[in-house]
Every structure is written in C-alpha cells, then in structure tokens.
C-alpha cells in the first residue's frame, strides 16, 4: 500500500479496519519507509551505499577475507533496499571496522597516520548517517491512549497511532 503512494496512517488505517492488532500493524508500518521519504532520503542512502562499498574494498585489499566481501555484501544489500529496521548492523559494523582500523594502526608499522586517519573519516559518517537515515526514513508513530466505552458499557483505554509521513 504505501508503494502505490498511501500514507503511512491511511495504511495503518486500512490494515487496522481489516486485521484488528494495532500494535503489531503499526510496528511493521514503523519501519517500512513512504515513496515520498524514500525519494527525499534516497540521495543520503545512495552516499551510505558508497561509504560502504570504499569500506568494503579497503578491508579487502589489506585482508582478502571472503567473510568481509560477504558481511558487507549484506549490510550494502540492507541499505540498496532501504531495509530500515536492519541499519542498526550497518552502524554496529561500522564501529568495528573503526576499532578494527584503530587496532591495526596500534599493531601495524605499514599502516601510517595518514591511513588511519582516511579510515576515520571514512568509518564515523558510516556510524552515524544509518542512524540519522532510519530516524529520518521511519519515524516512530505518535501514541495516544483515548477513552472509549465498550460493548458491556465499560470504559476502557486503547492506544491510538498517529504517523507523521
């Protein structure tokens, strides 16, 4: 639904009316990125995809690990499809290519300051822009409590979710 240009809280809504588990419908909702913030989005997430890649070929020119070709395969995967629920990895993997980079500068007397610090600037913006990308992507949905009167004349308390697209 939201890939053929509805809201996200006109997709909450229409899910909601047909399958009645609000909280389980809004969570898939959360974290499924609008066509409009995809399109706004996608020039940050095409610069994340490239850190990536630069990341990914440094790591295997200095360890021609297959491991690594297949690590960040993945992550760049994660991020081609805008799978924003998964960028926390991206962000976790990238820490520790930095402390791996740092560890290797300490141990190694090939890699030179200069290295170490073309790393650094490669790895800090791959920690941060995932996070800043899915906040911005996927925002979480406003929660309401609102009263209501039930069946049996009871009143009870639900949650309503607002999204904000």
Not at 35 to 46: S, T
Not at 96 to 103: D, H, P, R
């Amino acid at each position: 639904m939201l890939q053929h240009g509805l809201s996200k809280q006109e997709t909450f809504d229409n899910l909601l009316d047909k399958y009645k588990y609000a909280k389980e419908i809004a969570a898939v909702v959360r974290f499924t990125p609008s066509e409009p913030a995809k399109m706004k989005y996608r020039i940050w997430n095409y610069f994340l995809i490239a850190i990536l890649l630069v990341i990914m070929t440094l790591f295997m020119l200095s360890s021609h690990s297959v491991v690594t070709l297949i690590w960040y395969g993945l992550l760049i995967y994660v991020v081609a499809e805008m799978l924003v629920e998964y960028y926390i990895y991206v962000t976790v993997f990238s820490v520790f290519g930095l402390i791996s980079g740092v560890a290797i500068f300490i141990t190694s007397e090939t890699m030179t300051l200069l290295d170490a610090i073309v790393l650094a600037i490669i790895t800090l913006p791959s920690s941060i822009l995932p996070i800043w990308i899915a906040k911005k992507l996927c925002p979480p949905p406003i929660e309401r409590k609102e009263s209501y009167i039930n069946k049996s004349g009871e009143q009870r308390l639900r949650i309503k979710y607002e999204f904000s697209d």
